[in-house]
């Protein structure tokens, strides 16, 4: 089952606006990790924000974590063709005895035109 | 430092076979996950494996198998293919698989016909 929900599923832009992606997730975490997949390939890891965090900043890449609201947004700024992808939410959650697992949503395709 | 390696990238079975995906992780990473990825259910969890010892599986039939070898690498086991297994098989490397980054390969892409 998903842990996390992107919204929104799609999301069109033009070069040089501002992306917003927002994840929401269901359980406690201990963190949340941001991905980015181009098409067909693997996943590529963009930044990571622990549960008593509240905003990461990674060059153009700003992410906030609210746990109250079970909530994060990712926010690319001044974007670039090359940003076109579909990006994913992943939260870390505790699985069983010393095993936590990685749990995605179903992501946001991004397409940035020039 | 070379990346998570996948082979063979592109497969196609036909029904009724099996599979064999193979997954060689960043060197020192200890954790190696696997997931299945297709467009109507996106990335599902299959298994974890930590210094040879599956530590978590996700909600997969039993003809999904795998194992990790002594030094590090992984490999996925898919038996009695059927076309629902069509799909984007990524493996992920992690030094510790606990609430830190995973690297991913280019992934399998498995074509059941």
Request: hydrophobic share 30%.
């Amino acid at each position: 089952s998903q842990q996390g929900e992107e919204d929104p599923q799609a999301l069109s832009i033009q070069e040089g606006e501002n992306a917003t992606m927002n994840c929401s997730y269901k359980t406690s975490i201990n963190n949340l990790q941001w991905y980015r997949q181009n098409s067909g390939r693997g996943l590529v890891h963009l930044i990571l924000i622990r549960s008593n965090e509240r905003e990461k900043h990674s060059g153009r890449l700003r992410v906030t974590l609210d746990t109250s609201k079970k909530s994060s947004s990712l926010l690319i700024t001044a974007s670039r063709a090359a940003d076109t992808a579909s990006y994913f939410c992943a939260t870390d959650i505790r699985a069983g005895a010393g095993s936590y697992q990685l749990t995605f949503g179903k992501g946001t395709k991004l397409s940035v035109i020039p | 430092k070379a990346g998570v390696t996948q082979t063979p990238r592109y497969l196609i079975k036909t029904r009724g076979q099996q599979v064999t995906l193979s997954c060689s992780p960043i060197s020192g990473h200890r954790s190696v996950s696997w997931y299945q990825q297709t467009p109507g259910q996106g990335l599902q969890f299959l298994f974890e494996y930590f210094s040879e010892t599956q530590r978590n599986k996700g909600n997969f039939p039993g003809r999904f198998s795998g194992r990790q070898f002594s030094n590090s690498r992984s490999e996925m086991n898919v038996s009695t293919l059927e076309l629902g297994d069509s799909a984007l098989y990524l493996c992920a490397s992690s030094q510790s698989g606990r609430g830190t980054e995973a690297f991913f390969g280019q992934g399998t892409r498995l074509t059941v016909v």
